[in-house]
């Protein structure tokens, strides 16, 4: 099964790498029309028994070109019942407060599965997270809801910036390039599709601070993708059991 996985991780990274090449093109073509978002979030997680992580989520977005801001609170739970197998549950609530537009309430549960793989030489590690989440979103102003299925696939790669002896220690650095398509069912399309980097920095057991910047690909015409977003992000990763840290394999990235 490991050699499976590993060839599978593998695929991920070709799919990666394919991937952010052809999102450069477009994405240098319309930079001049590109807004900026900033995320502040922290991600605690505790253990609950020997195979389950509980984990919280919290969040401040603000889009100053977008003219709002949206505050996140999540609880949820993840099951490892191999070292290369997570299945993951939760619920995310959003408020939303919009100078232009009505206020909104979202709450938004999930389901995922997870597939995690590490090379045995230079300890990077591959995953790719699929979930499926269910937008309930309610606007204030009318009290009228609507809702809007999604599928997200996450691929990510991390790498350490340290020796193979030395990597997911304590002061030790990291990085990850990930693609992010996320699929909708108001639309049939993908939309957004997200391409990230980020530089991640172990400061103790318990605690990860990771500083990420996304390219947000959207379809505002509905004819095809455009970079019309910048996300900006400043991500804590805290847990209460040490051990605790080293199965998250990315933890929560919303």
């Not at 937008?135 to 009318?142: A, S, Y």
């Not at 500083?211 to 977003?229: A, D, V």
Request: hydrophobic fraction near 40%; charged fraction near 20%.
């Amino acid at each position: 099964m490991s050699g499976q996985i590993r060839g599978a991780g593998h695929f991920w990274l070709a799919w990666l790498v394919v991937a952010i090449q052809l999102c450069a093109w477009p994405a240098a073509t319309r930079a001049q029309d590109v807004t900026n978002e900033y995320r502040l979030t922290a991600y605690p997680s505790y253990r609950l028994a020997e195979e389950w992580i509980g984990f919280g989520y919290v969040g401040v977005v603000a889009k100053p070109e977008g003219h709002y801001s949206s505050y996140y609170l999540g609880k949820g739970a993840f099951y490892t019942p191999e070292k290369w197998l997570q299945l993951w549950a939760g619920l995310i609530g959003v408020y939303t407060n919009s100078t232009v537009a009505s206020n909104s309430l979202e709450l938004r549960p999930f389901v995922g599965i997870k597939f995690i793989d590490m090379t045995e030489s230079l300890k990077w590690r591959y995953f790719n997270w699929t979930r499926y989440e269910l937008r309930l979103i309610d606007t204030l102003e009318t009290s009228s809801w609507k809702s809007i299925s999604r599928i997200r696939s996450q691929f990510r790669l991390e790498i350490p910036l340290a020796t193979a002896e030395r990597a997911w220690t304590p002061k030790t650095w990291y990085v990850f390039p990930e693609v992010e398509p996320v699929w909708r069912s108001d639309t049939g399309q993908i939309d957004p599709l997200r391409v990230r980097f980020a530089l991640g920095y172990i400061a103790t057991p318990r605690l990860l601070v990771e500083f990420q910047y996304y390219l947000e690909f959207t379809q505002p015409s509905g004819s095809g993708l455009e970079w019309t977003n910048n996300i900006w992000r400043l991500n804590f990763k805290v847990s209460t059991d040490q051990s605790a840290l080293r199965l998250l394999a990315g933890g929560f990235d919303d």
